[in-house]
Nanobody, 126 residues
Framework: QVQLVESGGGSVQAGGSLRLSCAAS????????MGWFRQVPGKEREFVAV????????RYADSVKGRFTISRDNAKDTVYLQMNSLKPEDTAVYYC???????????????????WGQGTQVTVSS
């Protein structure tokens, strides 16, 4: 079992920044890939950014590339999502997720993640 707890969400004006954190527990953190996804009411959960178990490979959705940065600190069992130049369309509930496979490249597919956090709301006003 893996427990994931997100924090750092909130309300910000367009152009602002937020940093999301996701603390993991239950299994050795360095053994699995991590991802950030987001969802708005009435839409499917979508990929935002993922990072492999070593932190050596990252992938981003085109909509956030150049503005968001995913990173991990294996010593603190935590993954981060630094979000800069936020736009109203970034408004969503953000979820972190764990993929227990030790793939060299983290997957972007929602269904391939094994554990999910409870989500944290991010609201960007214009």
């Amino acid at each position: 079992q893996v427990q994931l707890v997100e924090s750092g969400g909130g309300s910000v004006q367009a152009g602002g920044s937020l940093r999301l954190s996701c603390a993991a527990s239950g299994r050795p953190f360095s053994n699995y890939a991590m991802g950030w996804f987001r969802q708005v009411p009435g839409k499917e959960r979508e990929f935002v950014a993922v990072i492999n178990w070593r932190g050596s490979s990252t992938r981003y959705a085109d909509s956030v590339k150049g503005r968001f940065t995913i990173s991990r600190d294996n010593a603190k069992d935590t993954v981060y999502l630094q979000m800069n130049s936020l736009k109203p369309e970034d408004t969503a509930v953000y979820y972190c997720a764990a993929d227990l496979r030790r793939s060299p490249i983290a997957t972007m597919t929602v269904g391939e993640y094994d554990y999910w956090g409870q989500g944290t709301q991010v609201t960007v006003s214009s």
